[in-house]
Every structure is written in structure tokens, then in C-alpha cells.
């Protein structure tokens, strides 16, 4: 019967190296596992349970909570290629409020279900272009609000990651478009108004292609 501190090998040279508690791995330990894989921190029950910081042989690294053996609540993970995710965790995967950076410069500031944004969230591209808005399994849905580095707007709908339905734009120097997307290019009618809200032009786009009145 294992109890208190010491360290018990494997034959697949697996090893753990912490307090026991009726042969149970329960306390503080460190968990070396065949692959190359360790695992650092607290214990209940012959599970991870509370904090601790899990090394991937590959080089990631899971840092933060832990609850019967997954990752659940609040942690850090560093993969490989140099992107980040900083938040919540449910069962192993981005879940509730959290951010995420990759290494291109994007980031991702909101909710996420199932590993993916999901709910109101924020991404900031690298080019400081900023989209504002819902998100469905990883692609904008619905109202989207974005802010381009350049000054100009858009407020309009999405469907599938793609503009579509009614939306207004608005150029850096206030000239204003009124229109409809679909698949991410213009169709319908349309007007364009000076900054001054004055109508300069109106007709209609069909596929992108511009016919005035």
C-alpha cells in the first residue's frame, strides 16, 4: 500500500514521483509519462485535480486547472508554433471567455464552445483591421461591425464567415454606401450618399458588377 511521499516506476517506464494516499496519486506530484509527456502539480483521487503544468514532448505546454484529469477552468496553452490561447476550459477544450493570439499578429478576444469562437467576441488582425461581433463555430454570424486601419466601416450582416444582406459603409472621407451583399459581394440595390448625407448616385449590383440610374 502506497501512502505518503515516494516515487513508484511502470514497465512502460512511466513514473510518478509525489504523495500517495491509499495507492492513489492524491497531493503534489510529477507524472513522467512513456511518451516523453510530464505532468506537474496537484492530485486527487489518481487524477489531475487543481493546478499544474502539463509538457507535451512536442514542446506545448497546458498551464493552469485541472478537474478529474482534463483541462477545466482557467489556464494557458502554448503550442508549438508560437500562437496562445489565455482563458477558460471546459473537458480539454477553449470554452467560455478567452483570448487567443497567433503568431501572425491576429488576435481573439471573446467566447468560444467546442475549441471555437462562438459568441460575441473581437479580432484584431495583424494589419490593426478590427471585426466586432457574433460568432458560430469560428466564422462571424450575423451583426458584424468592423473598424479598418484605413478609417473607413462596415456595419452590416454575415452569414458562414462571409458578408451577407443589407449593410452601410463608409469611406475614410465620409462617403457613405447603402446596400445588400451576397457571398461577400455586392447584389441589390444601392445608394451612395456624401458626407453630408446628400445621395450622389443609386442603382443596383448584380455579382459585383455596378449598374447606376
Same mark, same amino acid.
Given at each position: ?8 516506476? *511502470? ?15 492524491? !497531493? ?43 483541462? %477545466? ?6 503550442? /508549438? ?12 477544450? /477553449? ?6 493570439? *497567433? ?5 481573439? %478576444?471573446?467566447? *468560444? ?47 458562414? !464567415? ?32 456624401? /458626407?453630408? !448625407? ?16
Amino acid at each position: 500500500m502506497k501512502n505518503g511521499h515516494g516515487r513508484f516506476c *511502470w514497465p512502460d517506464h512511466s513514473s510518478f514521483t509525489g504523495d500517495w494516499v491509499n495507492n492513489l496519486k492524491d !497531493g503534489k506530484g510529477i507524472y513522467i509519462y512513456s511518451d516523453g509527456d510530464e505532468y506537474t502539480g496537484e492530485w486527487k483521487n489518481d487524477l489531475q485535480n487543481g493546478k499544474g503544468i502539463y509538457k507535451y514532448k512536442d514542446g506545448e505546454i497546458y498551464e493552469g486547472q485541472y478537474v478529474d484529469g482534463e483541462r %477545466t477552468g482557467q489556464g494557458i496553452f502554448r503550442y /508549438k508554433n508560437g500562437d496562445q490561447y489565455s482563458g477558460h476550459f471546459l473537458k480539454g477544450q /477553449k470554452s467560455g471567455f478567452g483570448t487567443m493570439s *497567433w503568431r501572425n499578429g491576429d488576435i481573439y %478576444t471573446g467566447y *468560444w464552445e467546442r475549441d471555437l469562437q462562438n459568441g460575441q467576441g473581437k479580432l484584431t488582425k495583424k494589419n490593426n483591421d478590427i471585426y466586432e461581433g457574433q460568432f458560430r463555430d469560428g466564422k462571424l454570424e450575423g451583426l458584424v461591425i468592423i473598424h479598418y486601419a484605413d478609417g473607413s466601416k462596415f456595419r452590416g450582416s454575415y452569414h458562414n !464567415g462571409k458578408r451577407n444582406g443589407s449593410a452601410i459603409e463608409e469611406s475614410s472621407n465620409g462617403i457613405r454606401f447603402e446596400g445588400n451583399y451576397r457571398n461577400d459581394v455586392r447584389d441589390g440595390k444601392f445608394i451612395e450618399r456624401d /458626407k453630408n !448625407g446628400k445621395v450622389m448616385v443609386s442603382g443596383h449590383y448584380e455579382r459585383g458588377k455596378r449598374y447606376t440610374n
